[in-house]
């Protein structure tokens, strides 16, 4: 029987097709996809993270690692959408322009998405010019913006100031979130929002709407 640590290891070690045999074993031995998602796969990537940071992982590996990760998400995203429920509200996602950073932005949407909201997600590495234009067209109720990097970060800015300028600023809430963002940060630039992770993110997006 697999177990969320299993998962968690297989992750860390970039096995692709390991996770996808645990998390689909998990999920017919009856576990909650959100369980698989937040105790084993999440808990794999965070560990990632720390190796990263300490020169203990390098690039290749740590894509390996995201590869394995998107793999056991796409297994239980379907299950997490399949309840179907009246829409929240419609969020647009998107991680910012220049950072190609998506694993948290997928998370934040299938959080949302199994929360009721209707979720358009417009991809890595947009830029501020088509995320205007996609909230001109879409008219979503929120707009959330992900950035990993300290230099991306200021992108969402440019996107608040550009929505400012087209006079779209007041049509949309702008949350903002990725881990070198912040509370202060997101009130520096004028974002209505910030959550440190996906799950306050649901949160955050039913108090903005309420
Ligand atoms: C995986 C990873 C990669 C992968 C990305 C694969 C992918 N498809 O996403 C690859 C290998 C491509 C990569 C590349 C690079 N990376 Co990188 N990467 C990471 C790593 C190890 C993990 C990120 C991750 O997926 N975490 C797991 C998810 C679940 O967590 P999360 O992203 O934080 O998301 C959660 C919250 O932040 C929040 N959230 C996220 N987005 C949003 C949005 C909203 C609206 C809300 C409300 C909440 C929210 O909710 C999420 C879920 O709970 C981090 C280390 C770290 N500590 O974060 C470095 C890290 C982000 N990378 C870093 C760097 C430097 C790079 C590179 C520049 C390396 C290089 N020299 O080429 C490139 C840049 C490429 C680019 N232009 O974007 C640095 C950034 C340093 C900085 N301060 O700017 C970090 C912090 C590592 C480090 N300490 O050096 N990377």
Known sequence: MSTYEQIATEVLKGKKKLVAASTQAMLDAGEAPLDIINKGLVVGMSRVGVLFQENKMFIPEVLMSAKAMQEGLSIVKPLLAEEKMESNGTVLIATVQGDLHDIGKN????????????????????????????????????????????????????????????????????????????????????????SPDALSAVGLCKRLLA
């Open 107 to 194: 998370l934040v949407g299938i959080m949302l998405e199994s929360n009721g909201f209707t979720v358009i997600d417009a991809g890595k590495d947009v830029s501020p010019e088509v995320l205007v234009a996609k909230v001109r067209e879409l008219k979503p109720d929120v707009m959330g913006l992900s950035a990993m990097l300290t230099t991306t970060m200021l992108h969402m800015k440019d996107t608040i100031d550009l929505l400012t300028e087209e006079g779209l600023r007041d049509k949309v809430k702008v949350i903002i979130g990725g881990a070198p963002v912040s509370y202060d940060f997101a009130t520096e630039i004028v974002a209505d929002g910030f």
